[in-house]
């Protein structure tokens, strides 16, 4: 019996296997709306067999995207698009998550792929182009000469906004009909700004010592669950470590996770780096043991995610009790059909995560086997 396609439940919430695709960031999005591209981006993740498909980082507020052509959560109209994904997600077997997020001093910043703001006046208004100064938890750049720009630094007037943000999207997204939401503390955007020292420099509670960086976190987290339903599961995401020596350590995150579990989170997505000057040991499930720490000291279950795409590895890591989930995000977008490849390489060679209309698979690798030829 496969540890990794084994069920897994949250709260109220069980998912088919333990394969989850963490969220990515499509920049395709008009003035915070899902369109077709993700609902066919998204929806062939369910086909392929996915435990949880998670949505990309959604904005709280306009000012809270990475670009304007991030999705959003801001406003009522929004919840109708995010529906229709939800619904062909659940169509074919797997869970559906959102996960919201603000990005802070890293807001505002052109799409990756074009040559910075090189809109045409046609395009900026067939992208709903929008530019705007970001906020933050100090008055510091991300990074000068790379697109960034000098946030304001937010009051508490400001971090209010924050948190009734977060709780007013989470309300959308269990009306949009999600199963989980992910609270986004990770990759140097606002909520990792506030628990890093190498971002915050405020002097009032919400900076200086490592409770006072934990503060918006956890108010945010609080205001969350509140109002969350209770038999849904919460999640959030951090970066683990800086992999800077001033910044955020691995100890800091075991602590947070700890306060997290107390006020209802029921997993933790490991992550980690964010900002300028990380120095970063990439190489296959090199973020595992950040998984495993938060997991073991923690106390909460994981996500492992980095790197991920051998499934004896993935069918280890749940074994050996490193994590309890295994997400994936390029390697999703290379394999959206990892699960149900992964799950015949772990020697199960049924064709229950095929969807019905795609049984033809089967079929072929029938006739295949019966002339002599391998399959997978």
């Given at each position: 019996m496969s540890?990794?396609?084994?069920?897994?439940?949250?709260?109220?919430?069980?998912l088919r296997?333990?394969?989850?695709v963490?969220?990515?960031c499509q920049y395709s999005?008009?003035?915070g709306?899902a369109?077709d591209?993700?609902?066919?981006h998204?929806?062939r993740?369910a086909l392929?067999?996915?435990?949880?498909?998670?949505l990309?980082a959604?904005?709280?507020?306009?000012?809270?995207?990475?670009?304007?052509?991030?999705?959003?959560?801001?406003?009522?109209?929004?919840?109708a698009p995010?529906?229709?994904?939800?619904?062909?997600?659940?169509?074919?077997?797997a869970?559906?998550g959102i996960q919201?997020?603000?990005?802070?001093?890293?807001?505002s910043?052109?799409v990756?792929?074009?040559?910075?703001?090189?809109?045409?006046?046609a395009?900026k208004v067939?992208?709903?182009?929008?530019?705007w100064?970001?906020?933050?938890?100090?008055?510091?750049?991300h990074?000068?000469?790379?697109?960034?720009?000098?946030?304001e630094?937010?009051?508490?007037?400001?971090?209010?906004h924050?948190?009734?943000?977060?709780v007013?999207?989470?309300?959308?997204?269990?009306?949009?009909?999600?199963?989980?939401?992910e609270i986004?503390a990770?990759?140097?955007?606002l909520?990792?700004?506030?628990?890093?020292?190498l971002?915050?420099?405020r002097?009032?509670?919400?900076?200086?010592?490592r409770e006072?960086r934990?503060r918006?976190?956890?108010?945010?987290?609080?205001?969350v669950?509140?109002?969350?339903?209770?038999?849904?599961?919460?999640?959030?995401?951090?970066?683990?470590?800086?992999?800077?020596?001033?910044?955020?350590?691995?100890?800091?995150?075991?602590?947070l996770t700890?306060?997290?579990?107390?006020?209802?989170?029921?997993a933790?997505?490991?992550?980690?780096?964010g900002?300028?000057?990380?120095?970063?040991p990439?190489?296959?499930g090199y973020?595992v043991?950040?998984?495993s720490?938060?997991?073991?000291?923690?106390g909460l279950?994981?996500?492992?995610?980095?790197?991920?795409?051998?499934a004896?590895r993935a069918e280890?890591?749940i074994a050996?009790g490193?994590a309890?989930?295994?997400?994936?995000?390029?390697?999703a977008l290379d394999?959206?059909?990892w699960?149900?490849?992964?799950?015949h390489e772990?020697?199960?060679?049924?064709y229950?995560?095929?969807p019905?209309?795609?049984n033809r698979?089967?079929?072929?690798?029938?006739s295949l086997?019966?002339?002599?030829f391998?399959?997978?």
């Open positions: 540890k990794l396609f084994s069920p897994a439940t949250l709260r109220g919430l069980t296997n333990r394969t989850v963490a969220p990515m999005a008009q003035d709306f369109n591209w993700h609902l066919v998204l929806g993740f392929g067999g996915f435990g949880l498909v998670m990309e959604t904005a709280v507020t306009p000012e809270g995207r990475i670009s304007y052509a991030d999705l959003g959560l801001w406003k009522d109209e929004q919840i995010l529906t229709r994904i939800v619904d062909f997600l659940h169509g074919q077997g869970a559906a919201l997020a603000h990005a802070g001093r890293k807001a910043t052109p990756h792929w074009r040559n910075g703001f090189d809109e045409t006046d395009e067939k992208f709903h182009f929008a530019s100064t970001p906020v933050a938890p100090s008055a510091e750049i990074a000068e000469g790379k697109n960034f720009t000098r946030p630094a937010l009051d508490e007037a400001g971090i209010r924050v948190i009734d943000s977060f007013a999207a989470a309300k959308r997204a269990d009306r949009a009909g999600f199963d989980t939401i986004h990770a990759h140097g955007y909520l990792n700004q506030f628990l890093s020292p971002a915050n420099k002097t009032d509670r919400y900076g200086g010592s006072n934990m918006l976190v956890l108010e945010v987290t609080e205001a669950r509140a109002v969350w339903p209770a038999e849904k599961p919460l999640l959030a995401r951090l970066s683990v470590t800086d992999w800077h020596p001033d910044g955020w350590q691995v100890e800091d995150s075991i602590v700890r306060e997290l579990k107390a006020r209802g989170v029921d933790m997505d490991a992550s980690s780096g900002f300028e000057g990380a120095v970063i990439l190489g296959a973020q043991h950040l998984a720490a938060l997991r073991n000291e923690g279950p994981t996500m492992a995610v980095g790197l991920l795409g051998d004896q280890a890591i050996n490193e309890d989930f295994i997400a994936l995000a390029r390697g394999d959206p059909n699960p149900v490849h992964a799950r772990l020697g199960l060679h049924d229950d995560l095929w019905k209309p795609l698979v089967r079929e072929r690798d029938r086997h019966q002339r002599g391998a399959t997978a």
